[in-house]
């Protein structure tokens, strides 16, 4: 974006030797202003000694003591073990692991304050790797709480402590809020905030300060969100100021298509039509998101974007993650368009050499809308004229993956599609840099999907449920248990899983489809599901994302208590497809653990996305939630999604108006939280 005035100006690097500088480093700090905003995990009281005779108890105290003996034991493992002792009583210090240094501040003689918890152990009080620090006679004791950062190996606390109250003396703690913005917030000073919580003064109430709903962390949170609202809603006017193509439809193409399809368009995909056409029709790239259910019928909506853009003269692109998706959609994109004239074109990695020089070829010159899976953004892909880029499961790729397809043109428009429902505060925040539209309503005439928890040891009723589903001219998806650890495992339960199938379900044709297989054997395995040749296909989650068998009315789900409740959502929705009555079934092995039982209850009690969506973020914290950007480097140190909620939405409106309006604090801002951090962001 065009910046008025100057840049905001560095923090300047740490001083410190080339070797402090890369532990620093390793943990993120390389400049003062990284250490300013580098806060304490915990606080801890070393105001105080407790006498060894008094210091069980179930908090963490100090003692200072005088070392007696220290030894180095083998048996049963090695370890370091000193013992001390104060007027009141003695101590054994038990050490694990240690540097020499450290043995030698332990010698004999040494007086030394201990800090942790204390236990009755073998040879009576015991504290096992205390934190210590060795002092002369009669040291004064700290007036202040001790912060206890994060920190590295070799990097004590006490040196970050130093570290970090050199930068509050003589770092850059300038407000960067303005001021009547502050006071409309009710948040305090930064600076006062940063210097109370790493120097809290004496009396601050331990408790306040480690449930962080203190004044000052909540400025620190604000802050951080802010940054990350500023930073992401800075890329999507960047974005904004480069130009596009104008993408005006000069034929009926996108009509001729909804005149052929065998049903109408929803309300909501209308809505959504209406939105994209717009935005496409602007010289200015769209960055928009469009998010639906499963089932809900994006593919469609996609299908006449690109009708738009081919009717403007320029080429699209649709890119999905797996290639049994990329395929179904190459197929039905074909199906539809094809016979409308429109050129389609095909590029996977499995095709053969002979075929991908033709498809590329086509890429490069006549194709109109060139469909595939990661091949797509392989160099050596050139395509002739690229103006509408569009993204399906795009939280499947990577940040880099999408910037890689929108290089293929001339800053194309980008329609990023997700199945994948996110809370309210998680999408506003990782999605700010983007236009969001959401399909809130299913095509009619779906029949609901019954959900049937059942017990690993009944086993044998679900064989029945497949046996008449099939009877009755159904087909039935069994999916193997998920197994994260191992893929080699999770091969050979899929193996299992299907001899055994293949065994219970003699007279049926059954049919297995895993990661491991060939592009070219995977293709025929589904065309022959597809097809209803296979009646009951036995898969690993590659079927998870978007596969459509409208005929197939039964999906059942080894070990569901291993899968996320996202994924268990998107498998359901492969059933349900058609015009007959649907069940999914899923088997979990006892007992269950508390979050377990509670997740299957959700995914039993509910069958809109989001609110499964919402309810699994009660129990699990957003880690799950943010797609490829949770890969990246942790935004956000302090805040937290769920519990911030509010001062995300606040940040986000403080976001817009400091961009239009304070630019110059909007960067500083920036650069204080963000740091060399901020690159990562980019997309
Ligand atoms: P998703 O949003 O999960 O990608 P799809 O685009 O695959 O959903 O659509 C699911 C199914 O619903 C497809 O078979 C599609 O043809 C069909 N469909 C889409 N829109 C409608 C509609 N308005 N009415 C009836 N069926 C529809
Ligand atoms: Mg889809």
Same mark, same amino acid.
């Given at each position: 974006m065009t910046t008025s005035g100057a840049p905001a100006p560095t923090s300047p690097p740490i001083r410190a030797s080339e070797a402090l500088q890369k532990k620093l480093a390793k943990i993120g700090l390389q400049s003062e202003a990284d250490l300013l905003v580098h806060l304490p995990l915990r606080y801890e009281d070393e105001t105080r000694i407790t006498p060894v005779n008094r210091s069980f108890a179930n908090e963490p105290v100090q003692v200072e003591v005088v070392v007696?003996? %220290?030894?180095?034991?083998?048996?049963?493992?090695?370890?370091? =073990?000193?013992?001390?002792?104060?007027?009141?009583? #003695?101590?054994?210090?038990?050490?694990?692991?240690?540097?020499? %240094?450290?043995?030698?501040?332990?010698?004999?003689?040494?007086?030394?304050? +201990?800090?942790?918890?204390?236990?009755?152990?073998?040879?009576?009080?015991?504290?096992?790797?205390?934190?210590?620090?060795?002092?002369?006679?009669?040291?004064?004791?700290?007036? #202040?709480?001790?912060?206890?950062?994060?920190? @590295?190996?070799?990097?004590? %606390?006490?040196?970050?402590?130093?570290?970090?109250?050199?930068?509050?003396?003589?770092?850059?703690?300038?407000?960067? *809020?303005?001021?009547?913005?502050?006071?409309?917030?009710?948040?305090?000073? *930064?600076?006062?905030?940063? $210097?109370?919580?790493?120097?809290?003064?004496?009396?601050?109430?331990?408790?306040?300060?480690?449930?962080?709903?203190?004044?000052?962390?909540?400025?620190?949170?604000?802050?951080?969100?802010?940054?990350?609202?500023? &930073?992401?809603?800075?890329?999507?006017?960047? $974005?904004?100021?480069?130009? +596009?193509?104008?993408?005006? /439809? $000069?034929?009926?193409?996108? /009509?001729?298509?909804?005149?052929?399809? !065998?049903?109408?368009?929803?309300?909501?995909?209308?809505?959504?039509?209406?939105?994209? +056409? %717009?935005?496409?029709?602007?010289?200015?790239?769209?960055?928009?998101?469009?998010?639906?259910?499963?089932?809900?019928?994006?593919? =469609?909506?996609?299908?006449?974007?690109?009708?738009?853009?081919?009717? /403007?003269?320029?080429?699209?692109?649709?890119?999905?993650?797996?290639?049994?998706?990329?395929?179904?959609?190459?197929?039905?994109?074909?199906?539809?368009?094809? !016979?409308?004239?429109?050129?389609?074109?095909?590029?996977?990695?499995?095709?053969? @050499?002979?075929?991908?020089?033709?498809? *590329?070829?086509? @890429?490069?010159?006549?194709?109109?809308?060139?469909?595939?899976?990661?091949?797509?953004?392989?160099?050596?892909?050139?395509?002739?004229?690229?103006?509408?880029?569009?993204?399906?499961?795009?939280?499947r790729f990577g940040v880099a993956q999408r910037l890689a397809l929108r290089k293929k043109g001339d800053n194309p428009h980008q329609l990023m599609m997700s199945a994948t429902p996110i809370p309210r505060t998680l999408a506003m925040s990782y999605y700010a840099d983007l236009d969001v539209t959401v399909l809130d309503e299913l095509p009619p005439g779906r029949t609901p999907i019954k959900t049937r928890l059942i017990?690993?040891?009944?086993?044998?009723?679900?064989?029945?449920?497949?046996?008449?589903?099939?009877?009755?001219?159904?087909?039935?998806?069994?999916?193997?248990?998920? =197994?994260?650890? &191992? #893929?080699?495992?999770?091969?050979?339960?899929?193996?299992? @899983?299907?001899?055994?199938?293949?065994?219970?379900?003699?007279?049926?044709?059954?049919?297995?489809?895993?990661?491991?297989?060939?592009?070219?054997?995977?293709?025929?395995?589904?065309?022959?599901?597809?097809?209803?040749d296979i009646d009951v296909l036995v898969a690993t989650t590659v079927i998870e994302v978007g596969v459509d068998v409208p005929n197939a009315s039964l999906m059942v789900i080894e070990h569901a208590e291993r899968f996320g409740l996202s994924q268990l959502h998107q498998l359901r929705g492969r059933v349900g497809r058609g015009k007959y009555e649907s069940s999914c079934v899923l088997i979990y092995a006892g007992p269950l653990g508390e979050i377990a039982r509670q997740r299957l209850k959700i995914i039993f009690e509910n069958t809109d996305g989001f609110e499964i969506a919402r309810q699994d973020l009660q129990i699990r914290g957003p880690g799950e939630f943010v797609g490829a950007r949770q890969s990246g480097v942790p935004l956000l140190r302090y805040a937290d999604l769920e519990m911030d909620a509010d001062l995300v939405e606040m940040a986000r409106d403080v976001a817009e108006e400091m961009l239009t309006e304070h630019l110059e604090l909007a960067e500083r801002h920036l650069k204080r939280w963000l740091g060399s951090r901020e690159e990562l962001l980019k997309s």
């Open positions: 007696h003996s %220290n030894e180095i034991q083998f048996r049963p493992r090695r370890q370091m =073990i000193v013992r001390a002792a104060d007027e009141s009583g #003695e101590i054994t210090l038990r050490f694990f692991s240690f540097y020499p %240094n450290q043995q030698a501040a332990l010698s004999e003689g040494s007086r030394i304050r +201990a800090f942790g918890e204390v236990r009755g152990g073998f040879f009576g009080a015991e504290m096992v790797h205390p934190r210590f620090r060795k002092v002369g006679d009669d040291e004064p004791l700290p007036s #202040e709480l001790t912060p206890i950062y994060s920190t @590295t190996a070799g990097l004590a %606390n006490s040196a970050l402590q130093k570290l970090i109250g050199k930068a509050l003396a003589v770092g850059d703690l300038s407000e960067t *809020l303005p001021e009547e913005l502050r006071q409309r917030l009710k948040l305090p000073g *930064l600076a006062r905030s940063l $210097r109370f919580l790493h120097t809290p003064p004496p009396g601050t109430d331990l408790d306040t300060l480690h449930a962080r709903n203190h004044p000052a962390w909540r400025r620190v949170k604000f802050d951080e969100v802010l940054a990350q609202q500023l &930073s992401l809603r800075r890329a999507y006017l960047a $974005r904004r100021e480069q130009g +596009a193509p104008v993408l005006v /439809a $000069r034929d009926d193409l996108g /009509a001729r298509l909804l005149d052929q399809l !065998p049903f109408g368009l929803t309300g909501a995909q209308l809505r959504a039509m209406a939105e994209i +056409a %717009n935005d496409l029709a602007q010289p200015y790239p769209m960055q928009r998101l469009l998010q639906g259910d499963v089932g809900a019928g994006k593919t =469609i909506v996609a299908a006449l974007a690109a009708c738009q853009a081919i009717s /403007a003269g320029w080429q699209a692109a649709f890119m999905a993650p797996t290639e049994i998706l990329a395929e179904q959609h190459y197929l039905k994109l074909k199906d539809w368009l094809e !016979p409308l004239g429109v050129k389609v074109a095909w590029l996977s990695g499995s095709l053969k @050499t002979k075929a991908k020089r033709e498809q *590329l070829a086509a @890429t490069a010159a006549e194709a109109q809308l060139v469909v595939g899976t990661h091949a797509l953004i392989q160099d050596g892909v050139d395509f002739a004229k690229l103006g509408l880029a569009i993204v399906d499961e795009q939280h017990a690993d040891n009944r086993r044998d009723d679900v064989v029945g449920f497949v046996k008449k589903a099939v009877e009755e001219g159904r087909q039935a998806y069994w999916v193997c248990p998920l =197994i994260e650890e &191992s #893929e080699a495992l999770q091969l050979q339960t899929a193996q299992e @899983t299907y001899d055994f199938l293949f065994e219970q379900f003699s007279g049926l044709t059954v049919g297995l489809v895993h990661g491991r297989l060939k592009a070219d054997e995977k293709q025929a395995v589904m065309a022959a599901f597809a097809a209803g």
